[in-house]
């Protein structure tokens, strides 16, 4: 019995076997996603849980040259490593269980994100609305005060 191989992302019957295990047309549209993937990083140094879901459908040599690339371009702007661009390799790296030893980078600082200045009258944890002279968030208890003092 003949075995049929199929496209692992549209299910069609490969007769041409060169991109395998994907048909040419899925084989294109992959590495174009794979290219805006990458220009989200290094553009926006965002990465999506739904663009981590296409990258999972590349080899792990892929997403460490991947790394390796968008690394040292962020690593070449202005002022060196932002805050963001590591928060984002981070991400990546976590989400492929890279490690810094086998990419051959120095280790990456433990930034995970970014605490964005908020309004006065918002908690930064949950979002919601709450009176500026609050010790703690009545939604969600983050402590909005460093030093909340203490009534002796
Ligand atoms: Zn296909
Ligand atoms: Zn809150």
Known sequence: MEEIERCEEC???????????????????????????????????????????????????????????????????EGGLKEESIVVLNKLKSSFSLKESELGIKELPEIREIKKAKPKDQCPECDKKIKEDFNLCPYCGYRLKKDIEINK
Not at 38 to 51: F, G, H, Q, T, V
């Open 11 to 77: 299910g069609k019957v490969l007769k041409d076997k060169s991109h395998e295990p994907y048909c040419e047309q899925c084989d294109e549209k992959l590495d174009k996603q794979f290219d805006d993937i990458e220009d989200n990083i290094l553009i926006y140094k965002e990465l999506l849980d739904s663009e981590i879901k296409v990258l999972e459908k590349f080899e792990d040599t892929d997403i460490k040259d991947l790394f390796k690339r968008v690394y040292e371009k962020l690593s070449r702007e």
